[in-house]
């Protein structure tokens, strides 16, 4: 059975940086892609970045540019996001994703999921 389990996000200042780990376990996710999500209160969820299978390409959405960074560790089975320069406009659940083998900013697109962790940005 497929498990992905999200780190602990937290509470940080505005200004601040915060990473988030995800471990996938039960399969085999080194040739797929991965991605993070976020979701506010009231708003839909929405990518954040991702990341192919051999890590070698990237996405980002428009609004973490330049200040998030995913990255993959396929021998454990874990990917990343660095968050820095964060904003309250960043305060959400964050969920990690597994997804196939394409790109897609979609939700549909992704498989499985984490629980989500809480990331609250104070000003």
């Known amino acids: 059975q497929v498990q992905v389990v999200e780190s602990e996000g937290g509470l940080v200042l505005a200004g601040g940086s915060l990473r988030l780990s995800c471990a996938a376990s039960?399969?085999?996710?080194?040739?797929?892609?991965m991605g993070w999500f976020r979701q506010a209160p009231g708003n839909s969820r929405e990518f954040v970045a991702g990341?192919?299978?051999?890590?070698?390409?990237?996405y980002y959405a428009s609004f973490v540019k330049g200040r998030f960074t995913i990255s993959r560790d396929n021998a454990k089975n874990t990917v990343f996001l660095q968050m820095n320069s964060l904003g309250p406009e960043d305060t959400a659940v964050y969920y990690c994703?597994?997804?196939?083998?394409?790109?897609?900013?979609?939700?549909?697109?992704?498989?499985?999921w984490g629980q989500g962790t809480q990331v609250t940005v104070s000003s």
């Open positions: 039960g399969g085999t996710f080194s040739d797929v892609f």
């Open positions: 994703a597994v997804g196939r083998n394409y790109y897609t900013p979609l939700p549909e697109g992704y498989d499985y």
């Open positions: 990341i192919s299978a051999n890590a070698i390409r990237t």
